[in-house]
């Protein structure tokens, strides 16, 4: 098949909510700093113009180019990027 784009946010603020609620019924904060930094990287990596082609139609409108959204895939890797800096920035301090 040929590639997807596909909003992966809803999927990742899925899971991500379920992680927080079972963060906060633990007790864990490390479980809830990651969930806030996955989170963050999700926005942020949108925010630096790295989106997924539902998001892109509706920014740049029906004639959005290919250079102006990411594949599923590619999105997964810009926020997985974007949440490995985040992560590593508490690790330095």
């Known amino acids: 098949g040929g590639e ?3 909003n ?3 999927s990742i603020f899925a899971w991500s ?4 609620h ?8 490390r479980l809830l700093d990651f969930v806030e930094k996955l989170e963050a990287a999700c926005v942020g990596t949108v925010n630096s ?7 892109a ?10 250079a102006q959204y990411l594949n599923t895939e590619e999105f997964i890797d810009a ?3 974007e949440l ?8 330095k301090l």
Do not use: F, Q, W, Y
Not at 17 to 20: D, E, K, P, S
Not at 22 to 29: E, S, Y
């Open 4 to 6: 997807t784009s596909t």
């Open 8 to 10: 992966s946010i809803a």
């Open 17 to 20: 909510r379920g992680l927080a």
């Open 22 to 29: 079972r963060a906060k019924l633990d007790n864990n904060d």
């Open 49 to 55: 113009e790295k989106m997924t082609k539902d998001l």
């Open 57 to 66: 139609l509706l920014i740049h409108g029906p004639k959005v180019a290919r």
């Open 79 to 81: 926020v997985a990027a």
């Open 84 to 91: 490995r800096a985040r992560l590593s920035i508490k690790a």
